[in-house]
């Protein structure tokens, strides 16, 4: 597949680098994101969507989901690509000067300039605790259910108590020979269909549902074969599994960035606040996952981050044009 | 300015005696990275994250928690019977005393 090119390669599409193409648009510089997460938005959308905002200026309140929204049309006319579903792995310099940004499933990006507005980092599955968890990996643990039919007349053991480990439970009972559902609590924090759902399956005997319990062993040879359950008060419990799915939502890690050589200060990246420049000319970090004396990580800091950025990387993509700072009451916006 | 007398345990189980102002609305996860402890404090206090998960080690009852907390504790790792969100334990004068040991990351 030919490489994707662009003037500014924004790594994250979370509220600052959404606002990034709007600054850059008004530069007449072309944007692409790239985001693990499926959807644009970032923690507003991972995270508390619902939650209201109250630091946004001219926004007394606003939510989160609400913001990004209004972001994804602020930007529309400066028509952003984005690669999403897709993590950054590596960094390189091309022939002529510019990155080449490469994501985990291949898809390359080349632009002269990269903002780095990853946030807290990638959103990844939290991992539970367990000694030989990682030897299972692919061979019976697996923290994502992507096909369904994968589980086709297998024993799956799923733990957690949110609306993911229910609904996928639910759904496993007409795929796989058995469900176990293990969980912390005896109370489910999930929506009250589908708790209530549970308990109908599992009064039916569809769902083998075990609370106050937590998986603490995994074994088999070579691929899963049982789950040790340890019970508050009845001590471990050992169960035959194919699969076991670990469903305890995602947390951030600053992932393969850490190794771009870039000047790293406890998981933040350090920069210049001239103009949010890194250790590595050309590349930028923005937002929250940059540190400086005096940083605040809000959001309407990161948008102050992002347009004072986008006049540096005008000046390194066009260094011959000087550029005279438009304001949209003036000129509008022009599109691409 | 009120303040009260708190103890941090960190990870390593070093004693960390900290005075704790009670009038400016601040919290244990605020705290804690007030005074540099290993607490990334990631979603801000909505007990969205669990990163300032601790455990209560005084005899302070403080176990009312919220339905977010205990959701948010759901996907933590570690839980015990004395586990708290040190983002949902405000300072407060009563709390006079309170020492709590922060949680396997």
Known sequence: MKPIETDI????????????????????????????????????????????????????????????????????????????????????????????????????????????????????????????????????????????????????????????????????????????LIHRRTEFRGAPDSVEKVMELASNKKINLITNSEVVGLSGNGHLKGVEIKHQTDGIISKEADHFVPLFGLSPKLGPIADWGLNINKNSIEVNTFDYSTNIEGIYAIGDINTYPGKLKLILCGFHEATLMCQSAFKRIYPDKNFVLKYTTVNGIQGF | MSLINVTIIDREGVEHKIEAPTDINMNIMELCKANDLPVEGTCGGMAMCASCHCYVESNHDIFNRSDAEEDMLDQAFFVEANSRLGCQIKLADELEGLVLRLAPQ
């Open chain 1, 9 to 180: 390669i924004i790594v994250g599409a979370g509220p600052c680098g959404l606002f990034t193409v709007f600054e850059a648009g008004l530069l007449k510089l072309r944007c692409h994101l790239i985001d693990y997460l499926p959807q644009a938005g970032g923690q507003l959308t991972e995270i508390y969507p619902k939650k209201p905002i109250y630091d946004i200026p001219g926004f007394p309140e606003i939510l989160a989901g609400d913001l990004v929204e209004n972001l994804m049309k602020q930007i529309e006319p400066f028509k952003p690509g984005f690669t999403l579903g897709e993590r950054c792995e590596t960094i390189s310099k091309t022939e002529d000067g510019k990155f080449k940004v490469v994501t985990n499933k291949g898809t390359e990006h080349i632009a002269p300039v990269v903002a780095i507005a990853g946030g807290l980092g990638c959103f990844e599955p939290r991992k539970p605790p367990i000694a030989n968890l990682s030897d299972f990996e692919d061979k019976g643990v697996e923290y994502i259910i992507k096909d369904p039919e994968f589980y086709r007349d297998k024993k799956v053991v799923v733990a957690g108590g949110g609306d993911s480990a229910l609904d996928w439970s639910i759904f496993l009972t007409n795929v796989a020979s058995e469900v176990s």
